[in-house]
């Protein structure tokens, strides 16, 4: 921390030995009755009908039109586009209450990428945000016209008692905006998701459970087996043909060593040793070594990630690149990782034939999406046909605990 940066000092205590009074505050800014917040709310009032007739239409023609179809095949769909929408309306008015009533409403987070077809249409459906900014057009056009008109009346007639009548019925707006387009249910909906995501984090550790059970099972143990008949054999002739004893030994001593090397590829397979010791830089490096395609590797990074997350962002690109391997058809690929505020970014490209898709088939980049999305990663595939691929995947960045 630098002298600029450290606080200044409490002032001294007085002579006395009693302490320094504290600070004064500085009084707030008295609001005057014909000032800037009084024309800012006096724009937002009369900008009020305009803004509920957009608001109405729009959510009596999206609901009408999705329910009245809703016994067709486009019904459903038409109304989960027209709930998306939704979100941008509310956007928009929220943006205009922030701007002239000084409210500071946050921003609901985004859904989560549920892909398509039904996941994409359940999510949409059952939007709690998209369907508040729904209601939120459904009154507001009858608020909106008597907003604009008391507003217009007082502007014209009732000049003196203007900034009164303006601010109750902004207060009225401000009253609407925080009830019906603010976040506030988001939490259940953040629970919902997280409850899926656990299930996807349960079925991708059995998987994994699995696949090292199965890897030890036909691999290591196996051979470990052979080995140990292989060494009775070669004791039994020991004394009666030493010179096959020492052969079968020798190819025993083989058996180890392959052994020992499927250990140390299945170890890294569960986490690898370089990336403990050395990490993300050089572990990506020795994957990139590993891969059948030539592929560049940069890493920019000023402090290493917590390790949970540099164990998902190794085994992401472990993935990408496997894919890159078996299915592009690229003649170079490259692996860049960065940081962006609190995100961790990694991007895959290789020059291939394109055409992945995060529901295609073989490519495993939708099983990837689902365990990214467990926790709160994101994953983005662009790649048209003919190439070349680009795949982006972002992670939360979660610092690694002081030691």
């Not at 056009?141 to 009346?153: D, H, N, R, S």
């Not at 961790?344 to 490209?349: A, D, I, N």
Request: a neutral charge; glycine letters at 10%; aromatic letters at 4%.
């Amino acid at each position: 921390m630098t002298a600029d940066q450290q606080s200044s000092p409490p002032p001294a205590a007085a002579a006395g030995g009693s302490p320094a009074a504290a600070p004064e505050r500085t009084p707030a800014r008295r609001r005057t009755a014909y000032g800037k917040e009084t024309w800012q709310e006096i724009s937002f009032l009369l900008l009020d009908l305009p803004a509920a007739l957009v608001g109405f239409v729009y959510a009596v023609t999206t609901v009408l039109v999705g329910v009245a179809l809703s016994v067709t095949v486009i019904g459903l769909p038409l109304l989960a586009a027209g709930l998306a929408g939704a979100r941008g309306i509310g956007r928009s008015e929220r943006a205009r209450a922030r701007w002239l009533l000084g409210v500071d409403v946050a921003e609901p987070s985004r859904l989560p990428s549920a892909g398509r077809g039904l996941p994409w249409l359940w999510s949409r459906l059952t939007d709690p945000v998209a369907w508040r900014t729904q209601l939120y057009g459904l009154i507001r056009l009858p608020w909106g016209v008597v907003a604009f008109a008391v507003t217009l009346v007082a502007l014209v007639a009732l000049w003196p008692v203007l900034p009164f009548v303006t601010r109750g019925l902004a207060a009225a707006d401000r009253g609407m905006v925080r009830g019906l387009l603010s976040p506030s249910d988001e939490l259940e909906r953040r629970i919902a998701e997280l409850e899926s995501d656990r299930g996807v984090v349960v079925d991708t550790a059995a998987a994994d459970l699995r696949r090292i059970e199965r890897d030890l099972h036909d691999g290591a143990q196996a051979r470990l087996v052979a080995l140990a008949m292989g060494l009775g054999l070669a004791k039994e002739k020991l004394h009666e043909d030493p010179e096959a004893a020492a052969a079968m030994v020798a190819e025993a001593h083989g058996e180890v060593k392959l052994a020992l090397q499927e250990l140390r590829d299945l170890a890294r397979g569960i986490h690898p040793a370089v990336l403990t010791d050395r990490g993300l830089g050089a572990a990506l490096s020795s994957l990139a070594g590993r891969c059948t395609v030539p592929a560049k590797v940069t890493v920019d990074l000023a402090e290493r990630p917590a390790e949970a997350i540099e164990g998902i962002a190794y085994f992401t690109v472990s993935e990408l690149l496997q894919n890159v391997s078996k299915h592009a058809g690229a003649r170079t690929a490259s692996v860049e990782v960065w940081r962006t505020e609190d995100r961790l970014l990694l991007q895959v490209r290789d020059d291939g034939v394109g055409g992945a898709r995060l529901d295609g088939a073989g490519t495993g980049l939708t099983g990837l999406a689902e365990r990214l999305g467990a926790v709160d990663g994101l994953l983005v595939v662009d790649s048209p046909a003919g190439g070349p691929t680009t795949v982006t995947a972002e992670l939360p960045w979660r610092g690694r605990a002081p030691a």
